[in-house]
């Protein structure tokens, strides 16, 4: 009896663990990000205020692009200007960050992608696409999101990026 109470007490201290760490699919925290003319807003907060994500927890992010022109997202700090021009960031957040892409093809087809590469993601009017990811430790600090279609990011299309 007493062994089936440890193997109890085992699982139950595993079943807690892989959930604080996140390990289990679907106990990432959900965050939606709508896009448009020439805004980034979380659902509930104002166009282009701060976005705050945690180190070391789970995310699921989802782009929704609900604006009228296609969008180009990255994340970074370090913006790099060509010819007058912002280009993109000399630092990307996600470089070396295990991501899931998830999305909706034009066909209507799902897909899903895993990659450890920095991240673009081009969203066409109406589309929607979500990434998860856990940030580490090491990515706290003060980043930006950035549209990166001409004429965008200097429309105001940007916002702050904080990792705590």
Aim: net charge negative.
């Amino acid at each position: 009896m007493r062994r089936w109470t440890r193997l109890a007490a085992l699982a139950t201290v595993l079943s807690l663990t892989v959930a604080s760490l996140g390990l289990a699919q679907g106990l990432e925290r959900e965050m939606t990000i709508l896009m448009g003319e020439f805004f980034f807003q979380v659902e509930g907060q104002q166009p282009n205020e701060p976005i705050t994500l945690e180190s070391a927890v789970p995310y699921r992010v989802t782009f929704k692009n609900v604006g009228n022109v296609v969008h180009r997202v990255k994340f970074g700090r370090g913006l790099i200007v060509e010819e007058g021009v912002p280009f993109a960031y000399t630092e990307n957040l996600f470089t070396n960050v295990p991501l899931r892409v998830e999305g909706v093809e034009s066909s209507g087809a799902s897909f899903s992608v895993n990659t450890n590469q920095s991240m673009e993601l081009d969203l066409d009017p109406g589309g929607e696409s979500g990434i998860v990811f856990t940030l580490p430790v090491g990515a706290q600090g003060a980043w930006e999101l950035g549209c990166f279609v001409i004429g965008h990011y200097e429309a105001g299309m940007r916002t702050d990026l904080v990792v705590r």
